[in-house]
């Protein structure tokens, strides 16, 4: 696709239930991140994957939160039995390095996912 | 680890003035240094980055930055404020390669006619 495309946009669940979060990638890029931005902190690291592998998940904050990469490019983050404090916005984001030369990475971000845990 | 600072949290300007936003960093090696922009509902669009060489960088809407190792610094800079500017604006420091970028806690700017 032309830029990074998260679903959905906006996902209001109750305290409890699980929630999938979907992005998917620019086409090509073989590198994808999670972040969680939560009011007045910032990007949070969740999840890096190369490929469908996840050489760094020291991010995810429980063994709630879990990941997954399929062919490559789409990637699902789930969350098990939802808490309040999970609520924020979820922005992924995908990376090449033929976008960064000689291997730097520069990242491209998705919209978001809002997340409101009731 | 790599640490990035942010220390306005939110910076107000009148429209046509000049801006300057600070960031500090924190990273043992040379880092490669970025700035962020997100507009509200949006994800984060990329002004500008540092990889090397001048240490002066150009961006896209008329922003700059300059590196300056001596002060651990990446201020992003532009001459005259437009409206539509007013947004959150997040610094990240990075290394070669595909390992993550962390990112500073953004300044956001207000812009006042």
């Known amino acids: 696709g032309a830029g990074v495309s998260q679903s959905p946009s906006n996902k209001v669940t109750e305290k409890g239930k699980d929630v999938e979060l979907r992005c998917d990638p620019i086409?090509?890029?073989?590198?994808l991140y999670w972040y969680r931005q939560s009011l007045g902190q910032g990007l949070e690291f969740l999840i890096y994957?190369?490929?469908?592998?996840?050489?760094?998940k020291s991010g995810l904050p429980s063994d709630r939160f879990s990941a997954e990469r399929t062919g490559g490019s789409v990637s699902t983050l789930t969350i098990q039995r939802t808490q309040q404090e999970d609520s924020a916005v979820y922005l992924c984001?995908?990376?090449?390095?033929?976008?960064?030369?000689?291997?730097?990475?520069?990242?491209?971000f998705g919209a978001g996912t809002r997340l409101s845990v009731l | 680890a790599q640490s990035v600072t942010q220390p306005d949290i939110h910076i107000t300007v009148s429209e046509g003035a000049s801006l300057e936003l600070r960031c500090n960093y924190s990273?043992?090696?040379?880092?490669?240094l970025f700035w962020y922009v997100q507009s509200p509902g949006q994800g984060l669009q990329l002004l500008l980055k540092?990889?090397?060489?001048?240490?002066l960088v150009q961006g896209i809407k008329g922003f700059e930055a300059e590196f300056k190792r001596s002060q651990s610094s990446f201020n992003l800079r532009k001459p005259s404020v437009h409206w539509s500017d007013a947004a959150e604006y997040f610094c990240?420091?990075?290394?070669?390669?595909?390992?993550?970028?962390?990112f500073g806690k953004g300044t956001m700017l207000l812009v006042s006619p």
């Open positions: 994957f190369q490929g469908n592998s996840a050489p760094d």
């Open positions: 540092y990889f090397s060489g001048d240490t």
């Open positions: 984001a995908s990376s090449s390095r033929l976008a960064g030369g000689d291997g730097v990475n520069i990242q491209y």
């Open positions: 990240a420091v990075g290394a070669r390669g595909y390992s993550t970028l962390t």
């Open positions: 990273y043992g090696a040379t880092p490669y």
């Open positions: 086409s090509g890029h073989t590198a």
